[in-house]
């Protein structure tokens, strides 16, 4: 099935890799407390800001299966593929 958008989490540096891929577009992200989720489409460049300065790894992600520790993290991201 080919959706528009898809939406991943960070477990696995599916969302690190999807945010490297200029075919995919970070449309907005899942907010999580507790038991209620939220959608939040704004100030999406808070998101993939790697802790110390550093930039995402590719070919560490796709080794480690990991994405890396960021400053602001979402319970899942939604992309749209363009």
């Known amino acids: 099935m080919n959706l528009p958008e898809h939406k991943v989490d960070g477990s696995h ?3 690190a ?6 075919s995919f577009r ?3 992200v899942v907010k999580r ?3 209620r989720f939220s959608i939040q489409e704004n100030k ?8 110390g300065s550093k930039h995402i790894d590719k070919d560490k992600v796709i080794k480690t299966m990991r994405g890396p520790a960021y400053v ?3 319970y899942a991201y939604v ?3 363009i």
């Open 17 to 22: 890799l999807a945010y490297l891929d200029n």
């Open 33 to 35: 407390s507790g038991n």
């Open 44 to 51: 999406l460049e808070d998101y993939f800001i790697v802790k």
């Open 26 to 28: 970070l449309i907005a």
């Open 72 to 74: 602001k993290s979402a």
């Open 79 to 81: 992309f749209r593929k």
């Open 13 to 15: 540096g599916d969302a």
